[in-house]
């Protein structure tokens, strides 16, 4: 190392020089300026084109900052000042020279409202993160003067999704704060960005407008509607403490009957009594009983739901039944239908998995969950569920008044003869009621209180 600069060998067997002839394949900015040429004449050119860019480069980010304070009617004035001006000399119309200079002064004027920067502290809190469609939710801004002297009072702008929340702050004095609180339309499931809190400044004409921002954005999840399922009520599922399966096991805990031995039985299954009395080996037999795997899957296709309220109480269902699965600790899976590209050549197959880890986690995931024209219908939903989801016990199938019997119960026969199978075809212009067919259970509800009074009857028939 020397004056600075490493020096570095080069590997054996490689050259440490390049042939000039190699600049031919270059195709970076100096090439297609200078081309291989060298010299004091082309490292000049190359200096003054990256001087220019460079001029270039700030005189852009300028402009760019002058354009973004000046509002509509400030770039009209600045039209209108050079023509007035202009026509006025060349006419000799005093009137059209008054206009000018008066909106040179406008200018200067105001000009004196964009300097300086009035060094506020400024927190944006929520007072929950997380509510429930249709519950207040508060959003509180404080601002904190840090300085010794005394800081004029601004305006104050909140964006809250679509929306704005603004207020008049007043002026601080040293080491003074102000607090503002603020309510957050709730009315609409989603997530609704809340922030950066922006101090404006502006001229009373309407001239220029100069923001700046003062905080980070914060999200607000607005979760479903949901409501509480008993435990009791879900009692299609099988488990340890439910009902055995129709399928044969080897080992369990549900005893069946009993047969003879084969090879591979484990010998502490071997009912030592009816061995005695047959002279035969025989073994116990039982059903097998298994940890239920309880699946949700919500359509969100168009082509299933009559209107958006439909919709809205198809999500809920979907939420009631995922945080009573989550509050037991089954093994839940909820699952959406994906959307099919807008160019795609075909027709997407697949179902996007909802986080349940935790209840919140999956209430945030159905926050966002919406409609859309080209999401798989709940026929189709079935059928990639029962495809790609071992292990299904029972399988809720969510969806609006518009798909037929005939539909659901292509829908439930993609699933294996064990799964239960349960559709819940949301409706508020019908009467609640409970209908079976064979291997498909389906309840049809008004509205979400209607919901665990359809499934304690249907647990009990």
Same mark, same amino acid.
């Given at each position: 190392?020397?004056?600075?600069?490493?020096?570095?060998?080069?590997?054996?067997?490689?050259?440490?020089?390049?042939? +000039?002839?190699?600049?031919?394949?270059?195709?970076?900015?100096?090439?297609?300026?200078?081309?291989?040429?060298?010299?004091?004449? @082309?490292?000049?050119?190359?200096?003054?084109?990256?001087?220019?860019?460079?001029?270039?480069? !700030?005189?852009?980010?300028?402009?760019?900052?002058?354009?973004?304070?000046? &509002?509509?009617?400030? #770039?009209?004035?600045?039209?209108?000042?050079?023509?007035?001006?202009?026509?006025?000399?060349?006419?000799? #119309?005093?009137?059209?020279?008054?206009?000018?200079?008066?909106?040179?002064?406008?200018?200067?004027?105001?000009?004196?409202?964009?300097?300086?920067?009035?060094?506020?502290?400024? *927190?944006?809190?929520?007072?929950?993160?997380?509510?429930?469609?249709? /519950?207040?939710?508060?959003?509180?801004?404080?601002?904190?003067?840090?300085?010794?002297?005394? !800081?004029?009072?601004?305006?104050?702008?909140?964006?809250?999704?679509?929306?704005?929340?603004?207020?008049?702050?007043?002026?601080?004095?040293?080491?003074?704060?102000?607090?503002?609180?603020?309510?957050?339309?709730?009315? $609409?499931?989603?997530?609704?960005?809340?922030?950066?809190?922006?101090?404006?400044?502006?001229?009373?004409?309407? %001239?220029?407008?100069?923001? !700046?921002? #003062?905080?980070?954005?914060?999200?607000?999840?607005?979760?479903?509607?949901?409501?509480?399922?008993?435990?009791?009520?879900?009692?299609?599922?099988?488990?340890?403490?439910?009902?055995?399966?129709?399928?044969?096991?080897?080992?369990?805990?549900?005893?069946?009957?009993?047969?003879?031995? +084969?090879?591979? *039985?484990?010998?502490?299954?071997?009912?030592?009594?009816?061995?005695? $009395?047959?002279?035969?080996?025989?073994?116990?037999?039982?059903?097998?009983?298994?940890?239920?795997?309880?699946?949700?899957? !919500?359509?969100?296709?168009?082509?299933?739901?009559?209107?958006?309220? /439909?919709? /809205?109480?198809?999500?809920?269902?979907?939420?009631?039944?995922?945080?009573? @699965?989550?509050?037991?600790?089954?093994?839940?899976?909820?699952?959406?239908?994906?959307?099919?590209?807008?160019?795609? $050549?075909? $027709?997407?197959?697949?179902?996007?998995?909802?986080?349940?880890?935790?209840?919140?986690?999956?209430?945030?995931?159905?926050?966002?969950?919406?409609?859309?024209?080209?999401?798989?219908?709940?026929? *189709?939903?079935?059928?990639?569920?029962?495809?790609?989801?071992?292990?299904?016990?029972?399988?809720?199938?969510?969806?609006?008044?518009?798909?037929?019997?005939?539909?659901?119960?292509?829908?439930?026969?993609?699933?294996?003869?064990?799964?239960?199978?349960?559709?819940?075809?949301?409706?508020?212009?019908?009467?609640?009621?409970?209908?079976?067919?064979?291997? %498909?259970?389906?309840? &049809?509800?008004?509205?979400?209180?209607?919901?665990?009074?359809?499934?304690?009857?249907?647990?009990?028939?």
């Amino acid at each position: 190392m020397k004056n600075g600069i490493v020096r570095t060998q080069s590997p054996r067997g490689v050259s440490g020089r390049f042939d +000039t002839a190699s600049t031919l394949d270059l195709h970076n900015t100096r090439a297609r300026i200078v081309g291989d040429r060298t010299g004091v004449l @082309a490292d000049t050119i190359v200096a003054i084109v990256r001087f220019s860019k460079s001029v270039g480069a !700030l005189l852009r980010e300028s402009l760019s900052r002058i354009a973004g304070v000046i &509002t509509p009617l400030g #770039w009209t004035l600045l039209a209108v000042l050079p023509l007035s001006l202009i026509a006025g000399y060349r006419f000799g #119309w005093s009137e059209l020279l008054v206009v000018g200079y008066l909106c040179v002064i406008l200018l200067l004027f105001a000009v004196l409202y964009l300097v300086g920067r009035s060094p506020f502290q400024f *927190d944006l809190t929520l007072e929950h993160p997380r509510v429930v469609v249709g /519950e207040e939710a508060v959003g509180t801004v404080v601002a904190r003067n840090p300085t010794r002297r005394r !800081l004029l009072g601004t305006t104050v702008e909140v964006p809250v999704g679509r929306g704005l929340a603004e207020f008049a702050m007043p002026g601080l004095s040293r080491g003074t704060t102000f607090e503002h609180d603020f309510v957050i339309p709730t009315a $609409k499931r989603g997530v609704l960005s809340i922030g950066p809190v922006r101090t404006v400044r502006a001229d009373p004409i309407g %001239l220029v407008r100069r923001e !700046l921002l #003062w905080t980070e954005q914060s999200q607000l999840f607005v979760h479903p509607r949901t409501i509480g399922i008993p435990s009791t009520t879900t009692g299609f599922i099988r488990d340890l403490e439910g009902n055995p399966t129709r399928q044969l096991s080897n080992s369990d805990v549900a005893f069946h009957a009993l047969r003879e031995y +084969t090879t591979g *039985d484990e010998r502490r299954y071997i009912h030592w009594k009816s061995t005695a $009395k047959t002279g035969t080996y025989m073994v116990r037999q039982f059903e097998e009983t298994r940890r239920s795997h309880l699946v949700v899957a !919500l359509s969100l296709a168009e082509a299933d739901y009559a209107n958006a309220e /439909e919709f /809205e109480l198809a999500v809920s269902v979907t939420g009631s039944l995922g945080v009573r @699965a989550i509050r037991d600790a089954r093994q839940v899976s909820v699952v959406v239908g994906e959307r099919t590209p807008e160019f795609a $050549k075909r $027709k997407l197959f697949s179902v996007a998995k909802l986080d349940t880890l935790t209840r919140p986690r999956l209430l945030d995931d159905l926050a966002t969950v919406e409609l859309a024209p080209t999401a798989l219908q709940v026929r *189709d939903v079935a059928r990639v569920v029962a495809d790609g989801i071992a292990g299904v016990s029972v399988a809720f199938l969510i969806c609006g008044s518009l798909p037929t019997p005939g539909t659901l119960r292509a829908a439930s026969a993609s699933f294996p003869v064990d799964v239960e199978v349960v559709a819940v075809v949301c409706d508020p212009e019908t009467i609640p009621g409970l209908r079976r067919v064979p291997g %498909l259970s389906v309840l &049809t509800i008004g509205s979400l209180n209607d919901f665990a009074r359809a499934l304690a009857r249907s647990a009990a028939a």
